[in-house]
């Protein structure tokens, strides 16, 4: 049902925008949210009706905001098996397996993240929405690996905020194809939707893609282990763009291993063929998805400020890729 909450403008708070005050004063809202409850009409002051974001506040002012009762979701809860890392009234901690998609879109009702959260019959963030229950930031259907999950609108404000300002530390584990000529790089290459592609990215390398709207992208990388034909990385986001990782290793030369949409499935596929092992062929078919794995993520939690981090292991398909590629030659396992 919905919800009223009574404000009056002190002194420290005259001058400013009512939408900046609704963020600063009620915690689950962020400035958009206040700005959609304006503009509808659910927003008095001193008895009158204010739909103008940038409306001036005075002190001694009376606000009165009715919060609307959150939309329902339309999705029905799914008993898929998730292994929770972690968990507490405001968040939590989970490995995505590869091949699950994180919410809803282009046509997926099911099988998603958010069906998941919601068959364990937890409290979920509705900040992004009825279709996104919970979810802060998202992983690729292809990628594995570890996610924080917001039960709670203020968590929810608070991790977005410090995923905005970079303040949560993201490692990943790749398996690519080619051999680095580094040891440890900064990628810096914006990105732009392919111009000829809607579903993929690409670097944004010439003047005439820059006028599409680029956005910056930052990619740090470490080589952890060199194969013939094949390199085991350490991957760290600094931006957090949709596919950056998987575009920023293609625009080096070095595909993710089982990803079909940057030419990481084929020629693995070939090169395996190439060097007549039949394992390593059945190590790549048998993936799941590509072999990009986010086993480490380090965040600052949202009420009691206290650094959490937390690291997964290698999912068993991505193990055995690995496992093949030592067999080549005599490596220390030491993932």
């Known amino acids: 049902m919905a919800r009223k909450i009574d404000l009056k403008v002190t002194c420290e708070f005259a001058m400013m925008r009512i939408d900046n005050y609704l963020a600063g004063q009620i915690p689950e809202l962020s400035r958009s949210k206040c700005q959609q409850i304006l503009r ?5 002051v001193n008895q009158t009706r204010v739909i103008k974001p940038s409306h001036i506040l005075r002190e ?51 099988g998603t993240l958010v069906n998941a959260l919601l068959a364990m019959g937890v409290s979920l963030s509705d900040i992004a929405g009825p279709e996104r ?15 924080v999950v917001a039960k709670t609108n203020f968590a929810h404000l608070r991790l ?38 809607p579903e993929k990215f690409t670097v944004a390398i010439n003047s005439n893609l820059r006028t599409l709207q680029a956005t910056d ?13 094949f390199a085991f990385l350490e991957v760290k986001p600094i931006t957090g763009r949709t596919h950056q990782i998987r575009v920023h290793l293609q625009h080096l030369g070095l595909p993710v291993v089982g990803d079909k949409t940057y030419g990481g499935f084929e020629k693995a596929i070939k090169i395996a063929r ?3 092992s039949s394992n390593l062929l059945q190590a790549i078919q048998s993936l799941k998805g590509h072999a990009l794995h986010a ?24 193990k055995n890729l690995l496992q093949m590629l030592y067999a080549q030659k005599v490596f220390e396992q030491d993932w």
């Open 40 to 44: 509808k009409g659910f927003v008095m």
């Open 60 to 110: 001694g002012d009376f606000v009165e905001v009715t919060l609307p009762e959150p939309e329902p979701t339309t999705l029905q809860p799914e008993p898929i098996p998730l292994q929770v890392l972690y968990e507490d009234d405001d968040l939590l901690v989970v490995n995505k397996p590869r091949g699950m998609v994180v919410h809803t879109g282009a046509g997926v009702r099911s």
């Open 133 to 147: 229950l919970g979810i802060v930031h998202r992983l690729d259907k292809g990628t594995s690996g570890i996610m």
């Open 160 to 197: 977005a905020r410090h995923f905005a300002e970079r303040k949560v530390d993201k490692r990943y584990l790749a398996v690519v194809l080619g051999e680095p000529d580094f040891e440890h790089k900064v990628i810096v290459a914006p990105l732009v939707k392919h111009p000829e592609d």
């Open 217 to 229: 992208a930052v990619t740090e990388v470490w080589v952890r282990k060199r194969f013939k034909n």
């Open 274 to 276: 190439k060097l007549k």
């Open 295 to 318: 086993w480490k993520l380090t965040f600052i939690h949202p009420r009691t400020e206290v650094p959490l981090t937390f690291e997964t292991h290698l999912p068993d398909d991505m």
